[in-house]
């Protein structure tokens, strides 16, 4: 079993919808990334977490380190959120350990 | 502030040779990370440098090898190239490290003939 495991693998939605990325860790954490890829290979950090909740824009992350567990959630979907949406977990070794990825495409 | 550089983009070798890879970090900087994706594996931790100590190795082999030099600058070396280093290589800077925003660079793709 994989230390980060991210749910759905992948998916496909409509301008508009609400947008939920599940990440579960099975290690303890130091910070929890979350990272977007577009197609080309740039990657972007979106979120760096370690409890609770952050928001930016459109974008929301949470938390829940009892229950080993983080969301990314998107409002408000546009085509341009097409992405790979990526959960990394830091384990207070300077080395991050990442999920799978989950791509998500946005049809207008 | 300028963003992460590497250099070069896009590299062929063939089997056998040896290759280095450049990341110059954010001015301030002084982590440097990189990492290797590919489609089977996707993202997988090499080693993180801060102020030239190297901090973690990843469960790569010993021809996987790094240096960060006095600037922050780091360079990466793959020695006797195997097809299956075929990949993306990133590199990503921070402040201090895993618990701060990682900033990535656009990439090294590295092709294996």
């Known amino acids: 079993k994989n230390e980060v495991e991210q749910s759905p693998q992948n998916l496909t939605a409509q301008e508009g919808e609400f947008i939920t990325i599940n990440c579960s860790y099975s290690?303890?954490?130091?910070?929890l990334h979350w990272l977007q890829q577009h197609p080309g290979g740039g990657i972007v950090s979106l979120f760096m977490l370690s409890s609770g909740k952050k928001k930016h824009g459109r974008l929301i992350a949470t938390i829940n380190i009892q229950e080993k567990h983080s969301s990314l959630h998107i409002t408000a979907s546009h085509p341009r959120d097409s992405a790979v949406y990526i959960c990394?977990?830091?384990?207070?070794?300077?080395?991050?350990?990442f999920g799978q990825g989950t791509r998500l495409t946005i049809n207008p | 502030k300028a963003g992460v550089t590497q250099t070069p983009r896009y590299l062929i070798k063939t089997r056998g040779q040896q290759v280095t890879l450049s990341c110059s970090p954010i001015?301030?900087?002084?982590?440097v990370s990189w990492y290797q994706q590919t489609p089977g594996q996707g993202l997988q931790f090499l080693f993180e440098y801060f102020s030239e100590t190297q901090r973690n190795k990843g469960n790569f082999p010993g021809r996987f090898s790094g240096r960060q030099f006095s600037n922050s600058r780091s360079e990466m070396n793959v020695s006797t190239l195997e097809l299956g280093d075929s990949a993306l290589y990133l590199c990503?800077?921070?402040?201090?490290?895993?618990?701060?925003?990682?900033?990535f660079g656009p990439g090294t793709r590295l092709t294996v003939l």
């Open positions: 990394a977990v830091g384990q207070g070794a300077q080395k991050l350990v």
């Open positions: 001015s301030g900087h002084r982590s």
């Open positions: 990503a800077s921070s402040s201090l490290g895993e618990t701060d925003t990682q900033y």
């Open positions: 290690v303890g954490i130091s910070a």
